[in-house]
Each structure stands twice: as structure tokens, then as C-alpha cells.
């Protein structure tokens, strides 16, 4: 009677140590995936490195391979620890880098994306104009064709940029673009223009000087073009036109 008993009570227990079975089993389980998971996270904080680092963006005169190569010489430490400020700011050391984000990718990479300056004019023989009116000065310039060539003192590049601009605009009903554009230190213009001619004004209403000059260059002098070596529009009513070798007289037009 008592074995029975017995039976009966173990039998009776059993799911109950099962369960207790499976709640070890699950605890155990639930250890060694912290542990992992921890080891994983020291390894990839302290020994997994930066693989490859690749750059992106679209570039015209820009090296990517050597972009590439420059940048991977500025990452120290691990994938988690490399300093991302500091690898943007290598990518903006290159003259031609206008803007740089620099970003992890699991597991080992970093990704750069790049946006190149534009050049929109020469300044000077040795440096551009970016599209934003930053002066640049890469270790090779080479002439751009089709870009303009500006002069000026160096803190008046974004000036002289949008006088350019401005001056073309009076010309365009004219057919002629200014190729080059100088500002001298006493604040006057030297315009090469595209069809040959030399304008000079000074820097009183000159936008309204050069509205004139167009006028009389529509009512007298486009037929007479190759004729002309230089017009001087520093004159409060006047133009003076100097005449190429044939005529070395010089006339004044008044207005």
C-alpha cells in the first residue's frame, strides 16, 4: 500500500520537474547568449578594424582612388572607435572637396560621400571660384576652357564674381561675353570681351556705363568692331574709343 502511494506521488509530480527542467535549460541558454553577445561587442570595440573605406559622389576632376587612399591614412582605432569627424576633416583637406559625410557600415567599412567644387571661373593663373564664390587653390590648375579668368584683391572674390555676372547680363542682347574681368586696387574694371575689345570703367554707376556702352555699340559701333582696340567708359558723359593702328586717333562719343 505504502509503494504505491509512492508511485502515485512521483508520477503525480512530474510535469512539475519538467518544468523546472526547461526553466534551467532556458536561464543557461539565455547565459551563454549574453556572454556572446557581450564577447561580440568587445571584439568588434576593441579588435575589429576598418576594412575598406569607400568614397561616392560624382566626380569630374577628382581622384576617388586617391581621395580613397588619403582617407584610409586618417582612420585609427577600431570599426566603433575610429573618429568619424576627424576622417570628414581629412576628406576636406583636398581642395576639392566642397562638403563630406562620413558614416559606418557593419561590419567593417566606412562610407564617404563626397561633393566635388565646381569651378565656374578662374581667379587669377593659380586658383578657381567654386560655384559658391569660394576661392580654391588646387596643386595643379590647369585652364579650364570656357571658364572666365577673374583678378582681384583676394578678399574680393565673391564680388567680382557677381559684377562678372552682372556685366553679362547688360552684354548678352550684344552677342559678346566677358572673358576676363580684373578689379585693381583702385577699384576700377579691366573687361576683356570675347570678340576682342578691352573695356575699362571705373567703379562709379558702373553697370549704368556699361548699359551705355551697349547703346552706342548697337547705334555706331558693331560695324566698326575690328576697328576698335579699347573703350574707356570713365567718363561722366562720354566714351572714348581708341582705334587699332590703321587710325591711332582716338575719338570721344558723348552721350
Known amino acids: 500500500m505504502t509503494s504505491m ?4 506521488d512521483m508520477h503525480w509530480n512530474a510535469p512539475a520537474w519538467g518544468k523546472r527542467l526547461l526553466d534551467l535549460v532556458f ?3 539565455v547565459i551563454v547568449l549574453a556572454v556572446s553577445c557581450i ?3 568587445h571584439q568588434v ?5 576598418v576594412q575598406s573605406v569607400r568614397v561616392h559622389g560624382d566626380f569630374r576632376r577628382l581622384r576617388r582612388d586617391e581621395l580613397s587612399a588619403l582617407l584610409a591614412q586618417s582612420v585609427h582605432g577600431s570599426f566603433m572607435s575610429v573618429d568619424l569627424e576627424s576622417v570628414r576633416q581629412a576628406a576636406m583637406a583636398s581642395p ?8 559606418r557600415i557593419w561590419p567593417d567599412s566606412l562610407d564617404v560621400q563626397v561633393r566635388e567644387r565646381q569651378p565656374v571661373a578662374h581667379w587669377g593663373s593659380k586658383s578657381y571660384i567654386s560655384s559658391r564664390g569660394d576661392v580654391f587653390t588646387p596643386s595643379q590648375v590647369t585652364l579650364i576652357q570656357g571658364l572666365p579668368i577673374l583678378y582681384g584683391p583676394a578678399d574680393q ?7 562678372y555676372r552682372a556685366m553679362n547680363a547688360i552684354l548678352h542682347p550684344l552677342g559678346i561675353h566677358v572673358q576676363s574681368l580684373e578689379l585693381t586696387e583702385r577699384m576700377s574694371w579691366i573687361l576683356q570681351l570675347d570678340n576682342g575689345l578691352q573695356v575699362k570703367v571705373d567703379r562709379e554707376d558702373t553697370l549704368t556705363k556699361l548699359q551705355r556702352f551697349v547703346l552706342l555699340y548697337q547705334r555706331e559701333l558693331a560695324s566698326r568692331q575690328n576697328q576698335i582696340n579699347s573703350v574707356d567708359l570713365r567718363y561722366h558723359n562720354g566714351i572714348a574709343v581708341a582705334w587699332k593702328p590703321v587710325s591711332t586717333t582716338t575719338s570721344l562719343f558723348r552721350h
Open 5 to 8: 502511494t509512492l508511485l502515485r
Open 27 to 29: 536561464f543557461a541558454m
Open 39 to 41: 564577447r561580440v561587442v
Open 45 to 49: 570595440n576593441h579588435g575589429a578594424t
Open 96 to 103: 576639392w572637396v566642397e562638403q563630406a559625410r562620413v558614416s
Open 157 to 163: 572674390a565673391s564680388y567680382v564674381m557677381e559684377q
